[in-house]
Each structure stands twice: as structure tokens, then as C-alpha cells.
């Protein structure tokens, strides 16, 4: 079990939008650390693609969008495209276990 | 720019000890301005943080893992280490070495990865 939640998979069509949530509690998104996301691309390491909640690395396009809320934290995918088939990870720290910890990834299909 | 290189060996025997390498280029372990960490994935699971090291050794290991975990650096040779001994079927993985700024609580960069079995 993951300390952070994150649903199992995602699906979308081309140019559409969708929406990965990643859940966690007290001691890590509701303490106050900032929420990351990766992005892994099939048997490619992961890549940093969201820090800090909202921000976005040199090179990543605008349609990767991130935001936090409370215990909880949102990737939002605009205009989907067939290369944003991936595997998307959420990270943050948890002041309880003294970790850095992963939610289950999510698998984003586009149809 | 800045790469991290994982290495050693693929297979690795029951109760033997894993010892994998990452080698950094384009940046010096020595300038003190990163943690190098590991990081693995179970086949076909998720992200687990095993422990990172800085560029004086000191080290913080995952609590789960940490009676089994051993890190190094050696600065002359650019490049940090990770020892987990007494290893079973459940410690296959693929292994990624990645770094985090001092300030920052993500990992910037990650190496290729390694896939370490664990078998007889």
C-alpha cells in the first residue's frame, strides 16, 4: 500500500482533458510538503515533470499542469496527445515515516 | 549537462549482498550542492526511496530497509554506492540512482535504471 493514493489508470482521446488525483493525509500533503509528479514513459527512468505543486521543469509543455489542495493533489493533462501515454508517478515527504514516498503511479491511456 | 549512470551486476544470489554504482557526469559529487539517492521499482510496481548520501558520506537510509543498506561516495571517482546484504527474491528490482538539490524535496535527474535479480 502506497502512502499516497493515486487511481490505478486514466484514459482520454486525443486533444482531451484528463485529470490524475493523488491522495494523502496529514503527515505529508497536509503537513505542507510539496507534491511532485513523474512522468515514465514505457522502459524509460522517470522524468521530473511537476515540482513544487504547480511548476514545471525547463522543457515540459503547458499542457502538464499541477495543483494542490488540503491532503490532495491534482495533474491535469490538456489536449492530450498519443506521446503523453505514460505512467505517472506523484512524490511528496512524510514527516511520520522520515521518507520520501510515491504514490502507486497511474497508467494514462489515450484511446 | 548533468547524467547519472547506474552499474554492476544483474544477477545477484539469495542472501549475497546487491553492490550497485552511480556514476556522475557533468557535475561534481564534491561541489556539495546535491543528494545523491536510490531509488527502486519492483517489476511492474511502484517508486520506493531506499536512502540517499551527500558528498561528506553522511547518509539516511528508508527505515525499512535500513539494517540492510550501506551508501559511499567516493569523490575522486565521481560516483556514490549502495550495499543492501542479505538479499531475497523481494529485493528484484530495477535500481535508479537519482539526485535532489539541497533545498528541494524532488529528485531533478535520474539515471537510466538497473534491473537487479535476485536468483539461484
Known amino acids: 500500500q502506497s502512502v499516497l493514493t493515486q487511481p490505478p489508470s486514466v484514459s482520454g482521446a486525443p486533444g482531451q482533458k484528463v485529470t490524475i488525483s493523488c491522495t494523502g493525509s496529514?503527515?505529508?500533503?497536509?503537513?505542507?510538503?510539496?507534491v511532485h509528479w513523474y512522468q515514465q514513459l514505457p522502459g524509460r527512468a522517470p522524468k521530473l515533470l511537476i515540482y513544487?505543486?504547480?511548476k514545471r521543469p525547463s522543457g515540459v509543455p503547458d499542457r502538464f499542469s499541477g495543483s494542490k489542495s488540503g491532503t490532495s493533489a491534482s495533474l491535469a493533462i490538456t489536449g492530450l496527445q498519443a506521446e503523453d501515454e505514460a505512467d505517472y508517478y506523484c512524490?511528496?515527504?512524510?514527516?511520520?515515516?522520515?521518507?520520501?514516498?510515491f504514490g502507486g503511479g497511474t497508467k494514462m491511456t489515450v484511446l | 549537462q548533468k547524467q547519472l549512470q547506474e552499474s554492476g551486476p544483474g544477477l545477484v544470489r539469495p542472501s549475497q549482498t546487491l553492490s550497485l554504482t552511480c556514476t556522475v557526469s557533468?557535475?561534481?559529487?564534491?561541489?556539495?550542492?546535491?543528494?545523491w539517492s536510490w531509488i527502486r521499482q519492483h517489476p511492474g510496481k511502484g517508486l520506493e526511496w531506499i536512502g540517499h548520501?551527500?558528498?561528506?558520506?553522511?547518509?539516511y537510509h528508508n527505515p525499512s530497509l535500513r539494517s540492510r543498506v550501506a551508501m559511499s561516495v567516493d569523490t575522486s571517482k565521481n560516483h556514490f554506492s549502495l550495499k543492501l546484504k542479505s538479499v531475497t527474491a523481494a529485493d528484484t528490482a530495477v535500481y535508479y540512482c537519482?539526485?535532489?538539490?539541497?533545498?528541494?524535496?524532488?529528485?531533478?535527474?535520474w539515471g537510466r535504471g538497473t534491473l537487479v535479480t535476485v536468483s539461484s
Open positions: 537519482a539526485s535532489r538539490e539541497n533545498a528541494d524535496w524532488y529528485f531533478d535527474l
Open positions: 557533468g557535475g561534481s559529487i564534491s561541489s556539495g550542492d546535491y543528494y
Open positions: 548520501i551527500d558528498h561528506s558520506g553522511s547518509s
Open positions: 496529514g503527515p505529508n500533503i497536509g503537513a505542507g510538503y510539496g
Open positions: 513544487d505543486n504547480t
Open positions: 512524490q511528496s515527504y512524510d514527516s511520520n515515516l522520515s521518507v520520501w514516498v
